[in-house]
């Protein structure tokens, strides 16, 4: 345990990055293969903890100007509820990553007092839930461990992620708490690889809000209806992420740029997308990116786009403001949830 004044708290601070997905959203649900890169936008938590006689927690988040109390009961509460059960505040998941700290310690009564900031933009598709869940549950471990594992982390934030999202397929959590590139299936060992090159992109933020539990039980929901066709759309994207890992191994920038292309066509076709992203797409596309997708749970969000080098990004990234995005060039990294 990391003890500090006098002996009697606790401190733990840890940091978690945000994520792209490149490839495969909304099928990985489904259980095709995705890709995901993590992006050097970061949430940070710090936490105080003392003992006491029974477990209590305090969640601040400045930024979102709000602070909830969570008493014993309402942790368990929140730990026996399944799924999306009873998410009450949008704090409820990372209160749920504390129960399962403690569960995994096998300790009981402790008093923590946890502040959360992020700079990733919330709601956008750039697994902002994910990264404040990875960051707390990380704080939590370093203040009662000195230390993280990240996998752990990311096994406990993955309930978090299902109280946030329902049925998430856990690659936000997984390349949030892993950081680099992963190569994810459901249920499966994920496989993660370093970068070693940057990959040009530039994403441009719709500020369309939506919800990805939604948009995941609308393409559940069309799956069910029009079941042969929408497997035809997973299959030809599952062929699209294998042709990407090749494409990213190779650095091969245009041919990842026309997978790109073909699977923003498919999102299109699940009807995830909408018609600012698709015209940011189109933007990008112009201004001669090699190609442009919407990326994560889509219906708003982010779009990426990729150049065929920096100053390019850059030149996109003009374009893309001047049609009225938030528009920014990515700095990817391989530092997935640490301490601080
Ligand atoms: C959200 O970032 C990605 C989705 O595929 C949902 C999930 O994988 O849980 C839309």
Redesign the pocket.
Known sequence: MTMTDNGSNMTGCATAPA?V?LF??????HGTP?I?VALNLRSRAQVKIKKSDVSHLIVKSPAMGLEVSFSSDRLRTLGQASGSNGNATPLDPIALGFYHVLNLIEMNGFDATLIIDSEIPIGA?L?SS?SVATSSVGAFLAAFNGEVDSLQVREIAFRS?ELT?G??????NTVIALGGLVYFI?GQKPERKELSTEIPLVIANTRIPRS?AT??SN?ASLFKRKQKAVQNLFDSISDIVEQGLHALLKNDLEDLGELMNINHGILHALG?SHPLLDRYVWVARESGALGAKL????GGGCMIALAENVHHASEIKQELIKAGADAFTSVLTNQGVETC
């Open positions: 994520k997905i495969g959203e909304h099928s990985v649900v995705a995901a598709g697994g994910a992620e999202h049925k998430p397929s856990g690659i936000d459901k990805t948009l995941v393409v995830v990326t994560g749970a889509g």
